[in-house]
């Protein structure tokens, strides 16, 4: 069982930035996989961006369109903690942000994928 709290979130001007955290309980924190989701009201959750666990080789991120070159997830494993830095940011990036889990395979890149969620941290970004 894996317990997600996530911090960071506020209100910020269009074009600032914030860094998004999220710490994981549990010792095998390492070997997930790690996304962030959002959702703005009265849509859907969408994928924001994720990480693979380490391995060997290092690890590899995914970002979706709409925030690639502006948001960037990163992980450190030695806290049990990842992140995701977003700048430049618009008021279309207004949303519940939500840490996700996966404990086995693939970065989780739909709702369905995700084994364990935090309970979200608001960002709210004012034109």
């Known amino acids: 069982q894996v317990q997600l709290v996530e911090s960071g979130g506020g209100l910020v001007q269009a074009g600032g930035s914030l860094r998004l955290s999220c710490a994981a309980s549990?010792?095998?924190?390492?070997?997930?996989?790690m996304s962030w989701f959002r959702q703005a009201p009265g849509k859907e959750r969408e994928f924001v961006a994720g990480i693979t666990a380490i391995t060997w080789s290092g690890s590899r991120t995914y970002t979706s369109d709409s925030v690639k070159g502006r948001f960037t997830i990163s992980r450190d494993n030695a806290k049990n903690t990842v992140y995701l830095q977003m700048v430049s940011l618009k008021p279309e990036d207004t949303a519940v942000y939500y840490c996700?889990?996966?404990?086995?395979?693939?970065?989780?890149?739909?709702?369905?994928?995700?084994?364990?969620w935090g309970q979200g941290t608001q960002v709210t970004v004012s034109s």
């Open positions: 996700a889990a996966r404990e086995i395979g693939l970065v989780p890149t739909s709702p369905t994928l995700v084994d364990y």
């Open positions: 549990g010792r095998t924190f390492s070997s997930y996989a």
